[in-house]
C-alpha cells in the first residue's frame, strides 16, 4: 500500500507565493517520475511539471519561469514552488507518483486559490 500527502494549498493574493509537497510512503521503494496536475471546476486534470529519477524537468507553458518542481529522492517527496501566482492558477493540484515497477498513485488534492 501506497500513500501520498499532500500539502501546501491554501488562499493567496495575486503575485504571492505557496510551496506544495507530495510525501510518498509505504510501499514504495523506487520512484520514477514525479509530478504534479491541475483541475479547474468544470476543466479536464492538466499536467503543471514533472521531474523524472534524474533531475529532467518540464512545465506547462503557462508556469514555465513562475513554478518550480524538485524532489527530495531520501524523502520520497516532491516539492512545487509557485510566484507570481495568477488568478488562474486557482485549482485543486494533485501530485503523481510513476514507481519504477507498478501503477502510478495520485494523491487527494489540495486545493490553491489565487485572489485578484
Known amino acids: 500500500q501506497v500513500q501520498l500527502v499532500e500539502s501546501g494549498g491554501g488562499l493567496v493574493q495575486a503575485g504571492g507565493s505557496l510551496r506544495l509537497s507530495c510525501a510518498a510512503s509505504?510501499?514504495?521503494?523506487?520512484?520514477?517520475?514525479m509530478a504534479w496536475y491541475r483541475q479547474a471546476p468544470g476543466k479536464q486534470r492538466d499536467l503543471v511539471a514533472q521531474?523524472?529519477?534524474?533531475?529532467?524537468?518540464n512545465y506547462a507553458d503557462s508556469v514555465k519561469d513562475r513554478f518550480t518542481i524538485s524532489r527530495d529522492n531520501a524523502k520520497n517527496t516532491v516539492y512545487l514552488q509557485m510566484n507570481s501566482l495568477k488568478p488562474e492558477d486557482t485549482a485543486v493540484y494533485y501530485c503523481?507518483?510513476?514507481?519504477?515497477?507498478?501503477?502510478?498513485?495520485w494523491g487527494q488534492g489540495t486545493q490553491v486559490t489565487v485572489s485578484s
Open positions: 509505504g510501499s514504495i521503494y523506487s520512484i520514477n517520475a
Open positions: 503523481r507518483v510513476a514507481p519504477t515497477f507498478g501503477r502510478p498513485y
Open positions: 521531474i523524472t529519477s534524474d533531475g529532467a524537468t
